[in-house]
């Protein structure tokens, strides 16, 4: 190990004179001379580099088109790679540790978002007080967005690579549905999957993340990987859709949550709690007073985690 006691500077300045091809090297003198001049820790220096370098080569090798298996939507697809039941399913990589996640915005947020790889920094448009939706599934959120066609608030469809160890998408599912009413909360439903036509499937159910507070400022947006603007190739399906051409999808798998690294991973009670892996069954929501059913009657029933 070189310390100050043995290396001077002169010796550092003529090295640095002899390797005028290797600019990396010379980088690497450069900060090592002025860590030594000014007392700080050089180390602490070179590892604060080489995350930031590695981040920045995760964001330019991640893509949608790359990290996601595309293949034609054909009628059994549901049948094929979505269980019955209440399931976390999409596109994810527990290798390396990321999931996607899907939301819509107007362009405005949209460009800001892709150009600075944050959402925060949009003050005139975005709102970080809100409750913002997340839904790691394809085809709900071309249900939820029309493919883009028609909402002057949805015209830019987001996929976002979140971290999912740590506090990223599996900290916002073990903390859902815990703190009803407060600033800070992550709201959790389990919504029926949609066919591309928008028709639903009742006994596949697809989740659903509300995010607000620090569970949105932090957790959410702290562990946002990259973001990417898919709306060519959302309206490019669409329009083949509509033409009765073949489509491209994205396979979507189920996550084993045993397969999610570290050690903050959901809880037998946090699976119970959210019906992870439960079946759906179709209830009845009548109200003996009022004889009402649908949305107004289940909350007056205290049901709020399944929308039919």
Known sequence: IFTTSFISRQCFTTLKSNMTNYASAIRGLDKLISSFQHGSNFFSTMQNDFDEEKKEHSQTSLSFINSTRLIEYSDDYFDKYIPNGRFISGTFDTDNDWIIVYQAFNRN?????????????????????????IKPN??????????????????????IFLKLSGE?????????????????????????????????????????????????????????????????????QYNKKMNNESFMVPVE???????????NN?????????????????????????????????????IAIDDE
């Open 138 to 159: 394809f085809l709900w959120m071309m249900y939820r967005a029309n493919w883009a066609q028609n909402d002057q608030h949805q015209t830019n469809i987001l996929a």
């Open 168 to 236: 990223g998408f599996i900290n916002l599912v073990k903390n859902s549905n815990k703190n009803k009413g407060e600033v800070n909360r992550v709201n959790l439903q389990w919504d029926p999957h949609h066919l591309p036509n928008g028709d639903k499937v009742c006994n596949k159910r697809a989740i659903q993340l509300g995010v607000k507070g620090t569970f949105n400022t932090k957790c959410f947006h702290g562990n946002i990987i990259k973001i990417e603007d898919i709306t060519d190739f959302v309206k490019e």
């Open 266 to 302: 959901l809880a037998q009670s946090d699976i119970n709690r959210i019906k992870l892996g439960e079946l759906w069954v179709r209830q009845n929501y009548n109200n003996n007073s009022t004889k009402k059913t649908g949305k107004k009657a289940r909350k007056r029933a205290n």
């Open 253 to 263: 798998s189920t996550l084993n949550i045993q397969d999610v690294k570290g050690d």
């Open 109 to 133: 947020i949209a460009e800001h978002a892709v150009k600075n790889q944050n959402f925060l920094t949009c003050t005139n448009f975005y709102s970080k007080t809100r409750m913002t939706w």
